[in-house]
């Protein structure tokens, strides 16, 4: 087998070029001037990933397996795709760099699932039209709609299927409350939540669980091998990287190489590429720029991480796939999932909020309804990157009850609705900072105070008036902040989680060449599936890379492999 790199480069130029604005500058020796990046000197110049490793000598192999179909990577796509093939008949073996199975958060969304129609909860079509509508506007389109088109149609089954073989491992299903946004930017029903009694709080623990389940199916159930601490290095694609991906080699904890034959196809599910500092510079400079110096803190690979905020996978499948020739997606710079809007009062902070968002100046910045994604830009564009939240105690009485998070488990539910009373009782328990007249409270802030007493005025006389002349935020969520006490928070920066997207596929997750052309024998699933997201990831369809990517994609492919 040969890596041809010169083959290589020439494939990953057009990648570069489309990329061309996410970096300013090649790097040069210390003792050299600074080179001048262009268009012209781009597609000349190699960063690190562009670079295949030398090949193993076949004498070097250790062992070869040959099976059906090799998945790479034990996270809920790729241990759920495996399942869904083994289920199938398929002839299946997982190996992933980490010890065991992982994932992080638990949202999983689903339209129209059996779960849904039990709890009452109908669909409602026109509400899902506009909201996924809004998603891919929000996304300038720069979106594959043949993908999204197959998650929308397919999303039931697939929540289905995973409902009767979680629950035969001992998972109940359950939904997250929705949103609560008058604009109805945010949310459609069907945030599914997976949970057991070690473990209530599906919303935040479910993927976990998940993950595992399905690599119980494929152990115990079907009879697989999943292989851990096993490092992929690279892929062999037949005729000189032109004809079929047909096997992979990768090296075992104790440092033999393996090679993974497959005689279907092998399915990349590594994760996303925040670990690599070049191509989160490259692919996603906003974020690296933002959050840079919390990724240089820890370069050390955790294949383990779960949730992790300074970078979580060094792009090993998005680096394979390049080297044989693979193209990358086609919206540059790549979507992070990102947050950091301003705290406050409310079951999440995506929720409406009725209330006022000051920055240091003592000035209003944006509209209070948005969400913690797309709000997280507008403190992070501000010079301190600083904001604060204040409301008074009536904004406790604007509704009834306030949801909680969790799962009832004999009649006792975690992190149960709370009423107005006990609402307002909790926060002035001590979690905010407080003060009985909005002078005293102004006064623990680090802001501009005459501005912010004559920002919160004007508001008050919009929130009278039911007009908001300065952001026009929804009348239905102006309150005046005139009863004490008051409340106030105070946030700073952002967090980042991960990066999404990577290879370019298509609506089978079958990866392409630059030609648009699907690579015999090679697939994707989960968070690197190229051109799902774009922009950045917004959160307003709570639990979609989830529900889509590591659900209802890599049950589809499994199926789809194991009829080839």
């Known amino acids: 087998m040969e890596l041809n790199r010169r083959s290589f480069l020439k494939g990953a130029g057009a990648a ?35 670079i295949p490793p030398e090949p193993i000598a076949d004498e070097d192999i250790a062992e070869v397996k040959t099976h059906e179909i090799v998945v790479i990577g034990s996270g809920m796509s790729g241990l759920c795709c495996g399942a869904s093939a083994a289920q199938m008949g398929a002839d299946v073996i997982v190996f992933s760099a980490g010890t065991k199975p992982i994932s ?18 109908e669909d409602n079509p026109d509400l899902r039209r506009e909201q996924i509508m809004m998603d891919q506007v929000a996304a300038n389109h720069m979106i594959n709609s043949r993908l999204w088109e197959r998650w929308m149609n397919k999303s039931a089954e697939s929540m289905d299927w995973a409902i009767d073989m979680l629950g035969e491992k001992g998972l109940y299903p359950s939904l997250a409350p929705q949103y609560d946004d008058v604009d109805v930017l945010n949310g459609i029903p069907g945030e599914h939540n997976f949970w057991n009694e070690n473990a209530v709080l599906g919303v935040f623990q479910g993927a976990p669980l998940m993950a595992a389940a399905w690599a119980s199916y494929l152990t115990d159930d079907y009879g697989c091998e999943i292989d851990y601490e096993t490092v992929a290095q690279y892929l062999i694609r037949d005729d000189n990287n032109t004809g079929r991906v047909s096997a992979v080699i990768a090296k075992d ?36 720029k933002q959050f840079k110096d919390m990724f240089l803190a820890s370069t050390e690979v955790d294949y383990d991480v779960a949730m992790g905020y300074n970078g979580l996978m060094p792009g090993t499948g998005q680096k394979m796939g390049l080297w044989i020739g693979a193209a990358w997606q086609k919206a540059i710079p790549n979507a992070p999932m990102m947050n950091g809007a301003v705290s406050g009062p409310g079951w999440r902070v995506i929720d409406s909020f009725c209330g006022i968002n000051l920055a240091s100046d003592g000035k209003r910045f944006h509209n209070e309804n948005t969400n913690f994604a797309f709000g997280a830009y507008d403190k992070l564009y501000l010079p301190d990157q600083t904001a604060y939240g204040i409301w008074d105690i009536n904004y406790a009485y604007t509704r009834d009850e306030w949801p909680g998070l969790g799962c009832t488990i004999n009649n006792v539910t ?11 009782e909790g926060w002035k328990a001590g979690r905010y900072i ?32 039911g007009c908001d002349e300065e952001y026009h935020v929804n009348p ?54 190229g051109d799902f997201f774009a922009g950045t990831y917004n959160f307003a369809i709570s639990g979609l890379n989830l529900g889509a990517c590591c659900t209802t994609f890599p049950y589809l492919l499994g199926r789809d492999l194991a009829a080839l």
């Open 434 to 465: 407080t003060a009985d007249t909005l002078e005293d409270l102004v006064a623990q802030l680090d802001i501009d105070q005459e501005e912010a007493l004559a920002s919160i005025a004007r508001y008050n006389e919009y929130a009278k008036n």
């Open 414 to 424: 975690s992190y149960k609705p709370k009423t107005a009373e006990e609402t307002a």
């Open 16 to 50: 570069a070029a489309a990329a061309a604005v996410a970096s300013t500058a090649s790097v040069a020796a210390a003792d050299e001037a600074p080179e001048v990046l262009t268009y012209e000197t781009l597609e000349s110049k190699n960063w690190s990933w562009m």
């Open 253 to 288: 904890k104790d440092g033999r190489y393996i090679k993974y034959e497959a005689t279907k196809a092998i399915v990349l599910a590594t994760g996303d590429f925040s670990k690599d500092p070049d191509m989160m510079a490259y692919y996603c400079p906003y974020a690296w």
């Open 104 to 121: 992080r958060g638990g949202s999983v969304q689903a339209i129209g699932s059996k779960y849904e129609a039990e709890q009452g909860v």
């Open 476 to 529: 239905a969520l102006l309150h005046p902040i005139d009863t004490p006490p008051f409340f106030a928070t105070k946030s700073t920066g952002g967090t980042f989680l991960t990066v999404m997207g990577g290879l370019r596929c298509d609506e089978n997750l079958q990866i392409l060449d630059e030609n648009d052309q699907p690579i015999e024998g090679l697939y994707e699933v989960g968070t690197m599936i």
